[in-house]
């Protein structure tokens, strides 16, 4: 399936994800992503329902 990484690998990239977001590292937290991103989320749902959980 399209999409699906290991639990190891998505662990790393939470981490660093997070680690970036709290050093307030704009830049190295943008190299995590590509520019054809859709995050899915059920609290986009909350946030965004016309959304249908998805940002791109």
């Not at 709290?22 to 937290?29: F, I, R, S």
Request: aromatic share 6%.
């Amino acid at each position: 399936m399209h999409g699906i990484i290991a639990d190891t690998i998505a662990q790393q990239l939470i981490e660093t994800l997070f680690s970036n977001w709290n050093k307030q590292e704009l830049g190295a937290l943008m190299e995590l992503f590509s520019e054809d991103i859709e995050l899915i989320s059920n609290k986009v749902m909350d946030l965004l329902p016309e959304a249908n959980g998805r940002i791109k």
